[in-house]
């Protein structure tokens, strides 16, 4: 089974920039793709980001494109969302996700593991 484990969260002012860390454990073959989703209160879970294991590929939403990146440490199992230039729409929990397949996906019900979120709260 894959664990995933969320932080680097918090409280930061528009305009500034923070980066999110999964830490993952388990076998590699059942996190072939590993994404970042956020969701806000009242809201639907909403796909950020998402990157293939082994061959680095990424792929972004519109909404973020261009002020986040996403990035994995395979010898240290982690996943990573660095985040710039941040809005007071970003807020919300941020969730790691994992798939046991290479996936294009970008709805949350594809992934298989969950971790349990960090808050991201963005101050006007």
């Known amino acids: 089974q894959v664990q995933l484990v969320e932080s680097g969260g918090g409280l930061v002012q528009a305009g500034g920039s923070l980066r999110l860390s999964c830490a993952a454990s388990?076998?590699?073959?059942?996190?072939?793709?590993m994404a970042w989703f956020r969701q806000a209160p009242g809201k639907e879970r909403e796909f950020v980001a998402r990157?293939?294991?082994?061959?680095?590929?990424?792929y972004y939403a519109d909404s973020v494109r261009g002020r986040v990146t996403i990035s994995r440490d395979r010898t240290k199992n982690t996943l990573y969302l660095q985040m710039n230039s941040l809005k007071s729409e970003d807020t919300a929990v941020y969730y790691c996700?994992?798939?046991?397949?290479?996936?294009?996906?970008?709805?949350?019900?594809?992934?298989?593991?969950w971790g349990q979120g960090t808050q991201v709260t963005v101050s006007s």
């Open positions: 388990g076998g590699s073959f059942s996190r072939n793709t």
């Open positions: 996700a994992a798939d046991r397949r290479i996936t294009s996906a970008t709805i949350s019900s594809a992934y298989d593991y």
């Open positions: 990157i293939t294991w082994i061959g680095g590929i990424t």
